[in-house]
């Protein structure tokens, strides 16, 4: 069965230094998306792109945030200068062309110290 | 953000008996729900979804109701099954804005008992 993988599956990092998560999206999939969940929190919204733009962001998504798609499979977050408050675990999703349900990868767990 | 809340954060049920986990929405213009199940340190796993214009969605064990009138869904499981243990959490979305953006609720944690 056809899934979304992510990597890594566990980054710590120091306040104030760059991160960049990485997945690859089902193929053929068009719709691709970040989300987040702070540990005891709800799974939150952050980004959705299509047709190599940003379709919507959420207010978390903010300067520090990038989303970029390099090639025809990968599909990046890039945190620029990483805060305590940015860890969490990281899901990437795709969703395909027809229908509305979004599969979700495992997660990359990002600490920042 | 109290869009979507399952009110519920635990249920515990005995092996072979029914799971009923609900979940409730304000926004009006959600036309589309999806039900995922999720385990520790794992990425959510769909299981179920249902647009607005149906109020039932059926596959396998699973049994989604939606009443619009009263903004609010149900998930079914019959019969429990301990491999079912897991948090569930609803998610709602506007099919026509088509961004997929879902608003998920809070999660309900299910423990299915031997």
């Known amino acids: 069965e056809p899934e979304v993988t992510q990597t890594p599956s566990h980054q710590v990092t120091q306040m104030g230094q760059e991160v960049i998560l990485r997945c690859v999206p089902i193929?053929?999939?068009?719709?691709f998306y970040w989300y987040r969940q702070i540990l005891g929190q709800k799974v939150e919204f952050l980004v959705s792109?299509?047709?190599?733009?940003?379709?919507?962001k959420s207010e978390i998504f903010d300067d520090q945030f990038s989303v970029e798609r390099p090639d025809g499979s990968n599909f990046t977050l890039k945190i620029r200068s990483t805060k305590l408050e940015d860890s969490a675990m990281y899901f990437c999703?795709?969703?395909?062309?027809?229908?509305?349900?979004?599969?979700f990868g495992e997660g990359s767990w990002l600490t920042v110290v | 953000d109290q869009q979507v809340k399952q009110n519920s954060p635990s249920l515990s049920v005995q092996e072979g008996r029914i799971s009923i986990l609900n979940c409730d929405y304000t926004n009006s213009m959600f036309d589309y729900f999806l039900w995922y199940k999720k385990y520790p340190a794992e990425g959510p796993t769909f299981l179920i979804s249902?647009?607005?214009?149906?109020d039932k969605n059926e596959d396998g064990r699973f049994t989604v109701f939606l009443n619009k009138s009263a903004k609010h869904l149900s998930l079914h499981i019959v019969p429990s099954q301990p491999g079912d243990s897991a948090v569930y959490f609803c998610a709602a979305s506007r099919y026509s804005g088509n961004t997929g953006k879902l608003i998920f609720g809070q999660g309900t944690t299910l423990q299915v008992k031997p």
């Open positions: 249902i647009s607005s214009i149906k």
């Open positions: 193929s053929n999939h068009l719709y």
């Open positions: 792109f299509y047709n190599n733009e940003i379709s919507e």
């Open positions: 999703a795709s969703k395909g062309a027809f229908g509305n349900t979004i599969y």
